[in-house]
């Protein structure tokens, strides 16, 4: 429960922000709550399915704009190769940061 109010509370600062204003909410709301969704348990393909909607400028990485909650705050740990974006493999990390 605390999950789920806590992705509520992320879509609605997200949607306050005006550095996403021209993020689609509806992209947003899906990566909030799949984000929310994430344990240690997830599978790649969640991991993989949050990457897509995380990369809201298709460029096949998650600068620290495009990145929300959990990703954000955890940003530079998961940035394994200090690039200041996040690759797929690198994005998967954030499984053993939930254990």
Known sequence: MKKVVASFALIAALASCNSVKNVDTSTASQAASLLGSLSS??????????FSLLDTDNSESISSTEAIGSVSENFDTLD????SSLNL??????LALLK
Do not use: A
């Open 41 to 50: 348990n997830s599978t790649v393909q969640q991991v993989t399915s949050l």
């Open 80 to 83: 394994t190769d200090s690039d």
């Open 89 to 94: 493999t690198e994005l998967q990390g954030i």
